[in-house]
């Protein structure tokens, strides 16, 4: 198993640009989030995914769009970057079975830097 | 959601015992304390987690004192692979999200 994967793992936008960071799991996992982590911080919650068709705000969802058409998919989409974007973004996934450890897996994560 | 207060940063002599303690003294009797951790600019990766009784796994021990208010992560014979930021999370009910703080920065020393 590849576990959680994302695409791409750098990416420079100039600011008013628009890009998609895909992230992927083979784990049959029903819930999904996008978390971004800010130099000296913790995880953020952006948005997240509690099934195929489904997305909810988390705490900082301003500017972001998301979307889970395929279970094993979930997509963050910036409309229009903004510098206070600059970030590394981290996706994670976990299953929903009753007794499970609800344990989180992460992604490796994707370095925007937005100028 | 309940609230973590963690120590900045800690160090270990690599062999010994690494003990991160964790303060959550709002916790509510049906949530969970969880551990990350995030080895340098890596994704997190989880550790152990616990509701009221003492866990221990592969990778650490967790010790949840018996009013539920502080925890302690054991790390039994620390390497220099341990060095981390380690998060202690209090999993709000639901859909499971985990609010980060800033965690703890351990440094395993030779």
């Known amino acids: 198993n590849a576990g959680v994967t994302q695409t791409p793992k750098f990416r420079v936008l100039k600011t008013g640009q628009s890009m998609t960071l895909l992230c992927a799991q083979d784990?049959?996992?029903?819930?999904m989030y996008w978390y971004r982590q800010d130099p000296g911080m913790g995880l953020r919650l952006i948005h997240y995914s509690v099934g195929e068709g489904t997305t909810a705000k988390g705490e900082v969802p301003d500017g972001y769009n998301v979307s889970r058409l395929k279970k094993q998919n979930f997509l963050l989409g910036l409309e229009s970057a903004a510098p206070s974007q600059t970030s590394v973004y981290f996706c994670a996934s976990r299953s929903n079975l009753a007794g499970g450890s609800y344990e989180q897996y992460f992604g490796p994560g994707t370095r925007l830097t937005v100028t | 959601d309940a609230k973590t207060t963690q120590p900045t940063s800690m160090d270990c002599a690599e062999g010994r015992a690494a003990n991160l303690p964790c303060n959550h003294s709002?916790?509510?009797?049906?949530?969970?304390v969880y551990w990350y951790r995030q080895i340098h600019s890596q994704g997190p990766q989880y550790i152990i987690h616990?509701?009221?009784n003492n866990e221990t796994n592969e990778m650490a021990s967790l010790i949840i004192t018996e009013d539920r208010k502080s925890s302690t992560l054991i790390l039994p014979h620390a390497t220099l692979r341990d060095t981390a930021v380690y998060y202690c999370i209090v999993r709000p009910l639901g859909t499971g999200k985990l609010i980060f703080g800033q965690g703890t920065t351990l440094q395993v020393k030779p």
């Open positions: 709002t916790i509510s009797g049906n949530e969970y």
């Open positions: 784990m049959n996992h029903e819930y």
């Open positions: 616990g509701l009221k």
